[in-house]
C-alpha cells in the first residue's frame, strides 16, 4: 500500500471516479485496514473516520465494500475474485484508450482458488501488459501453512509457466515495490506477476510468523508493545 500510494499509483482523492485513474484491487479483502489506512492519509476520506472501523453502521466494514468510501475499486473478501475482476477492468480501459495500469493484491492462499489460474491463461493471450498480480506470499493462511494446503510451491514458476512477466520480491521493501511497479508496462508485452516474499506480522516478535494472529486481537498492553518494538513514539 505505501509502495502504490506513494510512488506510483496516478490517482487522486480530490477526483475519485476520473475514468483515466490507475486502479488498485485489494482482492485480499480481509487485509482492508491498511487498504483504509492508506486512503485515509492520501485524503479520500477524513482520517477520523478510522476511529469507527468495523463499528455498527460505519462504511469501514472489515471487508471492503464497493461505494462505502470514495478509493474501493471492488468489494471484496471471497478470495479468488479479484484477478478476474482486474482483467476485466484492463480490458475495459484498453476499449477505451486509456493508459491506466490495474494493480491487483491478492494472497498466496487465494492461488488455492481454480479462477485464478483461468484469469492467469487469459490474460497473456490478450496481451495485457498493464496488469499486475501482487502475490503476498506469507506462506500463511487460514488453517495451516500455503504449502501444507495445496501444492503453491513453486509459486513463481507456476506464474512464468502461464505466459506472464514474473518477478520475485521483498516484500517488506518499499522502495523495491516502488521501483518495480513504477516500471510497469515493462516492455515484455505481457501481464506482471509480482511475488512478494513477506512475513506475516513482521517486526513485532511475538506475532511476527505466528498464524494464531490471523484471528486474534491485540490487548491493549499487546498494542502498546507492539508499538514500541517498532518505533512508533506514544502520543
Known amino acids: 500500500m505505501v509502495a502504490a500510494y506513494w510512488g506510483v499509483l496516478?490517482?487522486?482523492?480530490?477526483?475519485?471516479?476520473?475514468?483515466?485513474?490507475?486502479?488498485l484491487i485489494l482482492s485480499k479483502g480481509h487485509a482492508a485496514t491498511s487498504l483504509y489506512v492508506a486512503l485515509a492519509m492520501k485524503g479520500f476520506f477524513p482520517e477520523a473516520m478510522l476511529d469507527d472501523y468495523a463499528e455498527p453502521g460505519s462504511p469501514l466494514a472489515e471487508h471492503p465494500s464497493l461505494g462505502s468510501v470514495p478509493g474501493v475499486e471492488i468489494s471484496s473478501g471471497s478470495l479468488g475474485h479479484g484477478l478476474s475482476i482486474g482483467i476485466?477492468?484492463?480490458?475495459?480501459?484498453r476499449l477505451q484508450a486509456h493508459q491506466s495500469r490495474v494493480f491487483v493484491v491478492m494472497s498466496d492462499g487465494e492461488c488455492n482458488e481454480g479462477s485464478v489460474w483461468e484469469a492467469a491463461m487469459f490474460a497473456p493471450i490478450h496481451k495485457l501488459d498493464r496488469l499486475v498480480a501482487i502475490i503476498d506470499f506469507n506462506?500463511?493462511?487460514?488453517?495451516?501453512?500455503?504449502?501444507?494446503?495445496?501444492?503453491?510451491?513453486?509459486?513463481?514458476?507456476?506464474?512464468?509457466?502461464?505466459?506472464?512477466?514474473?518477478y520475485e520480491v521483498d516484500g517488506h521493501d518499499p522502495y523495491a515495490l516502488?521501483?518495480?511497479?513504477?516500471?510497469?508496462?515493462?516492455?515484455?508485452?505481457?501481464p506482471i506477476a509480482v511475488v512478494a516474499h513477506t512475513v506475516k506480522g513482521k517486526g513485532v516478535s511475538f506475532i511476527e510468523d505466528d498464524n494464531n494472529w490471523h484471528y486474534r486481537?491485540?490487548?491493549?498492553?499487546e498494542v502498546i508493545a507492539a508499538k514500541r518494538e517498532l518505533g512508533i513514539v506514544q502520543p
Open 88 to 93: 476485466g477492468m484492463a480490458l475495459g480501459l
Open 178 to 190: 516502488r521501483e518495480l511497479l513504477s516500471s510497469v508496462p515493462d516492455g515484455s508485452g505481457k
Open 10 to 23: 496516478d490517482v487522486d482523492a480530490g477526483r475519485p471516479e476520473d475514468p483515466a485513474r490507475d486502479r
Open 217 to 221: 486481537i491485540p490487548t491493549t498492553d
Open 139 to 166: 506462506r500463511w493462511q487460514a488453517t495451516g501453512r500455503s504449502e501444507e494446503v495445496m501444492a503453491l510451491q513453486p509459486l513463481a514458476d507456476k506464474w512464468k509457466a502461464f505466459g506472464w512477466s514474473t
